[in-house]
Protein backbone atom coordinates (compact mmCIF):
# COMPACT_ATOMS: atom_id res chain seq x y z
CA UNK A 1 0.00 0.00 0.00
CA UNK A 2 1.04 3.26 -1.02
CA UNK A 3 -0.41 7.03 0.65
CA UNK A 4 0.28 10.07 -0.79
CA UNK A 5 0.18 12.86 1.66
CA UNK A 6 -0.39 16.25 -0.06
CA UNK A 7 -0.87 19.48 1.00
CA UNK A 8 -3.49 21.88 -0.54
CA UNK A 9 -1.90 24.05 -3.00
CA UNK A 10 -1.32 27.84 -2.97
CA UNK A 11 -3.62 28.79 -0.13
CA UNK A 12 -6.02 31.81 0.45
CA UNK A 13 -6.08 31.62 3.99
CA UNK A 14 -8.72 34.47 4.71
CA UNK A 15 -10.95 32.83 2.50
CA UNK A 16 -10.03 29.29 3.22
CA UNK A 17 -9.48 28.17 -0.85
CA UNK A 18 -6.63 28.51 -3.19
CA UNK A 19 -5.23 31.33 -5.09
CA UNK A 20 -4.82 31.56 -8.80
CA UNK A 21 -1.70 30.55 -8.74
CA UNK A 22 -2.55 27.64 -6.39
CA UNK A 23 -5.69 26.61 -9.24
CA UNK A 24 -2.31 26.07 -11.74
CA UNK A 25 -0.87 23.93 -9.29
CA UNK A 26 -3.81 21.54 -8.67
CA UNK A 27 -4.31 20.95 -12.29
CA UNK A 28 -0.58 19.84 -12.25
CA UNK A 29 -0.85 18.21 -9.31
CA UNK A 30 -3.91 16.13 -11.06
CA UNK A 31 -1.90 15.04 -13.90
CA UNK A 32 0.33 13.78 -11.10
CA UNK A 33 -1.99 11.71 -9.66
CA UNK A 34 -3.72 10.57 -12.55
CA UNK A 35 -0.31 8.93 -13.30
CA UNK A 36 0.29 7.69 -10.30
CA UNK A 37 -2.97 5.02 -10.87
CA UNK A 38 -4.82 6.23 -7.26
CA UNK A 39 -7.42 3.99 -6.68
CA UNK A 40 -8.86 6.25 -3.19
CA UNK A 41 -9.48 10.16 -2.43
CA UNK A 42 -9.72 11.01 1.23
CA UNK A 43 -9.69 14.98 1.86
CA UNK A 44 -9.83 16.76 5.03
CA UNK A 45 -12.98 19.26 5.12
CA UNK A 46 -11.35 22.54 4.65
CA UNK A 47 -12.11 23.90 1.34
CA UNK A 48 -8.25 24.87 0.46
CA UNK A 49 -8.03 20.97 0.52
CA UNK A 50 -11.17 20.31 -1.06
CA UNK A 51 -10.62 22.89 -4.11
CA UNK A 52 -7.16 21.40 -4.90
CA UNK A 53 -8.66 17.85 -4.37
CA UNK A 54 -11.24 18.74 -7.30
CA UNK A 55 -9.10 18.67 -10.02
CA UNK A 56 -7.83 15.17 -9.49
CA UNK A 57 -11.34 13.93 -8.78
CA UNK A 58 -12.99 15.11 -12.04
CA UNK A 59 -9.07 14.10 -13.90
CA UNK A 60 -9.75 10.57 -12.46
CA UNK A 61 -12.91 10.03 -12.08
CA UNK A 62 -12.84 8.72 -8.75
CA UNK A 63 -15.24 9.32 -5.62
CA UNK A 64 -14.17 11.09 -2.72
CA UNK A 65 -14.61 10.56 0.77
CA UNK A 66 -13.76 13.99 3.19
CA UNK A 67 -12.76 13.16 6.82
CA UNK A 68 -12.76 14.96 9.93
CA UNK A 69 -9.31 14.44 11.53
CA UNK A 70 -7.65 15.44 8.36
CA UNK A 71 -8.49 18.95 9.22
CA UNK A 72 -6.14 21.33 9.60
CA UNK A 73 -4.84 21.97 13.19
CA UNK A 74 -6.59 24.38 15.54
CA UNK A 75 -5.45 26.24 18.64
CA UNK A 76 -2.24 24.33 18.90
CA UNK A 77 -0.51 27.87 20.10
CA UNK A 78 2.63 28.85 21.95
CA UNK A 79 4.28 32.14 22.13
CA UNK A 80 7.60 33.16 20.43
CA UNK A 81 10.43 34.72 21.95
CA UNK A 82 8.42 37.89 21.40
CA UNK A 83 5.64 36.43 23.54
CA UNK A 84 3.65 36.29 20.57
CA UNK A 85 0.95 33.85 20.07
CA UNK A 86 2.16 31.33 17.14
CA UNK A 87 1.10 28.06 15.54
CA UNK A 88 3.29 25.29 17.66
CA UNK A 89 4.69 24.27 14.23
CA UNK A 90 6.48 27.20 13.91
CA UNK A 91 8.46 27.23 16.58
CA UNK A 92 12.26 28.69 16.08
CA UNK A 93 14.26 25.26 15.26
CA UNK A 94 17.25 26.75 17.22
CA UNK A 95 15.15 26.49 20.41
CA UNK A 96 14.27 22.88 19.81
CA UNK A 97 17.16 21.94 18.67
CA UNK A 98 19.41 23.97 21.49
CA UNK A 99 17.99 21.76 24.44
CA UNK A 100 19.23 18.28 25.28
CA UNK A 101 18.02 15.45 25.34
CA UNK A 102 15.96 15.47 22.18
CA UNK A 103 12.02 15.49 23.02
CA UNK A 104 9.78 12.30 21.68
CA UNK A 105 6.18 11.81 20.99
CA UNK A 106 5.72 11.22 23.87
CA UNK A 107 7.03 13.89 26.20
CA UNK A 108 7.68 17.10 24.38
CA UNK A 109 4.51 18.10 25.28
CA UNK A 110 5.57 18.12 28.78
CA UNK A 111 8.19 21.10 27.83
CA UNK A 112 7.79 24.87 27.10
CA UNK A 113 7.11 26.01 24.31
CA UNK A 114 4.37 22.80 23.73
CA UNK A 115 2.95 22.81 27.43
CA UNK A 116 -0.25 23.84 25.98
CA UNK A 117 -2.96 20.89 27.15
CA UNK A 118 -4.76 21.16 23.47
CA UNK A 119 -1.01 20.17 21.77
CA UNK A 120 -1.07 17.22 23.58
CA UNK A 121 -4.55 16.38 23.74
CA UNK A 122 -4.55 17.13 19.50
CA UNK A 123 -1.60 14.97 18.74
CA UNK A 124 -3.55 12.17 20.56
CA UNK A 125 -6.22 12.59 18.21
CA UNK A 126 -3.95 12.40 15.60
CA UNK A 127 -2.56 9.46 16.49
CA UNK A 128 -6.05 7.76 17.41
CA UNK A 129 -7.38 8.44 14.15
CA UNK A 130 -4.63 7.37 12.07
CA UNK A 131 -4.80 3.65 14.02
CA UNK A 132 -8.12 3.70 13.12
CA UNK A 133 -7.49 4.33 9.15
CA UNK A 134 -4.49 2.26 8.75
CA UNK A 135 -6.22 -0.36 10.44
CA UNK A 136 -9.28 -0.08 7.97
CA UNK A 137 -6.57 -0.07 5.52
CA UNK A 138 -5.56 -3.30 6.57
CA UNK A 139 -2.48 -2.47 8.72
CA UNK A 140 -3.29 -2.79 12.64
CA UNK A 141 -0.68 -0.30 14.64
CA UNK A 142 1.17 -2.78 17.54
CA UNK A 143 3.25 -0.79 19.48
CA UNK A 144 5.83 0.81 16.65
CA UNK A 145 4.79 -1.41 13.87
CA UNK A 146 1.66 -2.38 12.01
CA UNK A 147 0.11 -5.86 11.83
CA UNK A 148 -0.86 -7.07 8.37
CA UNK A 149 -4.59 -7.84 8.15
CA UNK A 150 -5.44 -7.53 4.20
CA UNK A 151 -2.28 -7.05 2.40
CA UNK A 152 -3.26 -4.88 -0.41
CA UNK A 153 -1.44 -2.92 -3.59
CA UNK A 154 -4.09 -0.20 -2.66
CA UNK A 155 -3.09 3.68 -3.49
CA UNK A 156 -4.54 6.43 -1.48
CA UNK A 157 -4.28 10.37 -2.01
CA UNK A 158 -4.86 12.13 1.26
CA UNK A 159 -5.45 16.23 0.72
CA UNK A 160 -4.72 17.71 4.01
CA UNK A 161 -2.24 20.37 5.36
CA UNK A 162 1.23 21.35 6.44
CA UNK A 163 0.73 21.27 10.25
CA UNK A 164 -1.62 17.95 10.30
CA UNK A 165 0.69 16.82 7.52
CA UNK A 166 4.36 16.20 9.45
CA UNK A 167 1.87 15.63 13.09
CA UNK A 168 0.35 12.55 10.86
CA UNK A 169 4.43 11.65 9.60
CA UNK A 170 5.47 11.96 13.08
CA UNK A 171 3.37 9.16 14.31
CA UNK A 172 3.89 7.03 11.34
CA UNK A 173 7.39 7.67 11.05
CA UNK A 174 8.01 7.27 15.03
CA UNK A 175 9.91 10.83 14.78
CA UNK A 176 9.54 12.94 17.76
CA UNK A 177 7.04 15.63 16.27
CA UNK A 178 9.19 19.06 16.91
CA UNK A 179 12.12 17.56 15.15
CA UNK A 180 9.89 17.20 12.28
CA UNK A 181 8.16 20.84 12.31
CA UNK A 182 11.36 22.31 12.74
CA UNK A 183 13.67 20.15 10.33
CA UNK A 184 11.07 19.45 7.09
CA UNK A 185 8.45 21.95 5.26
CA UNK A 186 5.60 20.61 2.59
CA UNK A 187 5.16 23.12 0.09
CA UNK A 188 2.09 24.06 -1.66
CA UNK A 189 0.79 21.03 -3.07
CA UNK A 190 3.40 18.57 -2.33
CA UNK A 191 3.17 15.14 -2.54
CA UNK A 192 4.45 13.26 0.02
CA UNK A 193 5.23 9.21 -0.36
CA UNK A 194 4.74 6.77 2.49
CA UNK A 195 5.24 2.80 1.44
CA UNK A 196 3.96 0.75 3.79
CA UNK A 197 7.16 -1.60 3.16
CA UNK A 198 6.36 -5.57 4.15
CA UNK A 199 8.92 -7.68 4.61
CA UNK A 200 7.52 -10.74 6.03
CA UNK A 201 3.88 -11.13 5.73
CA UNK A 202 3.23 -10.73 9.49
CA UNK A 203 4.72 -6.87 9.46
CA UNK A 204 4.27 -3.97 7.66
CA UNK A 205 6.56 -0.59 8.30
CA UNK A 206 5.56 2.85 7.04
CA UNK A 207 8.77 4.21 4.85
CA UNK A 208 9.04 7.53 3.08
CA UNK A 209 9.95 7.25 -0.32
CA UNK A 210 9.96 10.91 -0.77
CA UNK A 211 8.67 13.84 1.54
CA UNK A 212 7.43 17.23 -0.49
CA UNK A 213 8.07 16.32 -3.69
CA UNK A 214 6.98 18.94 -6.18
CA UNK A 215 8.26 17.47 -9.54
CA UNK A 216 4.75 18.30 -11.17
CA UNK A 217 5.44 22.16 -10.55
CA UNK A 218 8.74 21.97 -12.58
CA UNK A 219 7.10 19.65 -15.09
CA UNK A 220 4.66 22.49 -15.68
CA UNK A 221 7.09 25.46 -15.30
CA UNK A 222 5.58 26.64 -12.15
CA UNK A 223 7.47 28.31 -9.08
CA UNK A 224 7.55 26.65 -5.99
CA UNK A 225 5.09 28.99 -3.65
CA UNK A 226 6.88 29.93 -0.35
CA UNK A 227 3.85 29.45 1.91
CA UNK A 228 4.89 28.41 5.41
CA UNK A 229 8.45 29.37 5.21
CA UNK A 230 9.15 32.05 7.83
CA UNK A 231 12.27 33.48 6.13
CA UNK A 232 14.99 33.25 4.13
CA UNK A 233 13.21 31.35 1.36
CA UNK A 234 15.28 32.16 -2.02
Known amino acids: MRIYIIRHADPDYENDTITPRGHLEAKALAERMLRENIDSIYCSPMQRAQHTMNYTRELTGLPFETQDWLAEIQNWETLDTQGRSIPAWNVDGE ?54 LKPNDRRIAIFCHMGFGLAWLAHLLEIPLPLLWSGFWLAPSSVTTILMDTRSEQWGVPRCLGLGDVSHLYNASLPVSSQGIIANFY
Open 95 to 148: IIRGRMPLPTNDNFYETEPFCNPAIRQGFAGIRSSSDRFMEAAGFRREEGRYRI
